[in-house]
């Protein structure tokens, strides 16, 4: 029981690491754009990929804690406390994803109101 429960609390805790990693990338990447430097090359389409792979894991994660919790091997106590977690996590997901693509919006709007006023 002890080892199976350690190992659900490792990985959310590596997918909390993984979130603030991609939250520091995602703001450099921002800040970049916005100064108009050259942002490494692929750099979205990584960041776009690390998400993928990070709410892969977020489901996997979803699916143990249900088996752990059809088996017997956590409280409904325990569980809902690690819903609550998880939940945390998928929020934390769905801002960075708004965060990239809010960027792109932005970049959008005000890189065509600038060729605009070039033009002119």
């Not at 490792?10 to 690491?17: A, H, R, T």
């Not at 450099?28 to 090359?41: D, E, L």
């Not at 088996?71 to 809902?80: N, P, V």
Request: glycine content about 8%; some cysteine; overall charge neutral.
């Amino acid at each position: 029981m002890g080892e199976r429960v350690d190992q659900w609390v490792l990985q959310y805790e590596s997918l909390g690491k993984k979130c603030d990693e991609l939250f520091s990338e995602i703001n450099q990447r921002n800040r970049m754009k916005r100064a108009n430097i050259q942002a490494q090359r692929g750099g979205r389409g990584v960041i776009v990929r690390r998400l993928k792979d990070l709410n892969e894991q977020i489901a996997q994660l979803s699916d143990d804690l249900e088996r752990d919790c059809s088996a017997g091997r956590i409280t409904m106590k325990e569980f809902h406390k690690r819903q609550d977690c998880l939940e945390a996590v998928i929020s934390r997901h769905d801002r960075l994803q708004t965060m990239l693509g809010r960027d792109d919006e932005r970049q959008q709007l005000f890189g065509g109101l600038g060729e605009m006023m070039k033009d002119n």
